[in-house]
């Protein structure tokens, strides 16, 4: 019973000791300085910022504008 205490708190160490090297790559490699660029990148002019281009077909084509910081 013992071992497996061990053996959880160890993964939880080592899943831990994960996330910490991550977000240091992370910070180190330029990947968190600009979030604003990365969460337009997906947007295009055939897709442009707050057009609803695509919706599920029982769901009303015609959907309100959400007033946020993406949407200028």
């Known amino acids: ?4 205490y061990l053996v959880i708190f160890a993964s939880f160490l080592l899943f831990a000791l994960s996330v ?3 977000l240091a790559w992370a910070l180190r490699n330029g990947q968190m300085k600009n ?4 969460a337009t990148a997906i947007f295009d002019p055939d897709e442009p910022i707050g ?5 599920f077909p029982s769901a009303p084509t015609q ?3 959400s007033e946020g910081p993406l949407h200028e």
């Open 63 to 65: 959907v309100e504008r």
């Open 20 to 22: 910490v090297l991550a």
């Open 35 to 38: 979030f604003e660029r990365g």
């Open 1 to 4: 019973m013992t071992l497996a």
């Open 51 to 55: 057009a609803v281009t695509d919706s």
